[in-house]
């Protein structure tokens, strides 16, 4: 079995962010704002099996992951990624499915940051 990326990788946070907490904070919170908008996206995308659509939304949802070093979801949205290129319509909802996993634990994981 594969071992998952850590949800926060809050190492690479502080390295990036230093001493600015608040900012990484702000920014941490303002990408789990953004993740949610555009998860909702992508469900409506792949209900109506818009797969242009969703590749970019994934696209961007996976960068703006990595950004603020959100690997677990940035993983999941990398393998849905890979599902909407394919147009696997089932493989594409389970990664959705795991998507929302993540970003609650994201969440989760936000409220611990120093």
Same mark, same amino acid.
């Given at each position: 079995?594969?071992?998952?990326?850590?949800?926060? $990788?809050?190492?690479? #946070?502080?390295?990036? /962010?230093?001493? $600015?907490? $608040?900012?990484?904070?702000?920014?941490?919170?303002? %990408?789990?704002?953004?993740?949610?908008? &555009?998860?909702?996206?992508?469900?409506?995308? &792949?209900?109506?099996?818009? /797969?242009?659509?969703? $590749?970019?939304?994934?696209?961007? #949802?996976?960068?703006?992951?990595?950004?603020?070093?959100?690997?677990? &979801?940035?993983?999941?949205?990398?393998?849905?990624?890979?599902?909407?290129?394919?147009?696997?319509t089932i493989a594409s909802l389970n990664e959705?499915?795991?998507?929302?996993?993540?970003?609650?634990?994201?969440?989760?994981?936000? %409220?611990?940051?120093?």
């Open positions: 079995m594969r071992e998952h990326s850590p949800v926060l $990788d809050t190492g690479r #946070l502080q390295q990036i /962010f230093g001493d $600015d907490l $608040d900012g990484a904070r702000e920014i941490v919170e303002q %990408t789990i704002a953004d993740a949610g908008a &555009l998860i909702g996206q992508l469900h409506i995308a &792949l209900a109506a099996g818009a /797969f242009a659509q969703a $590749d970019d939304l994934a696209h961007a #949802l996976k960068g703006i992951c990595r950004t603020v070093c959100a690997l677990r &979801l940035a993983e999941i949205t990398e393998a849905l990624n890979g599902a909407v290129k394919r147009r696997d959705y499915t795991k998507m929302n996993v993540a970003l609650d634990e994201l969440r989760e994981a936000a %409220t611990h940051l120093p």
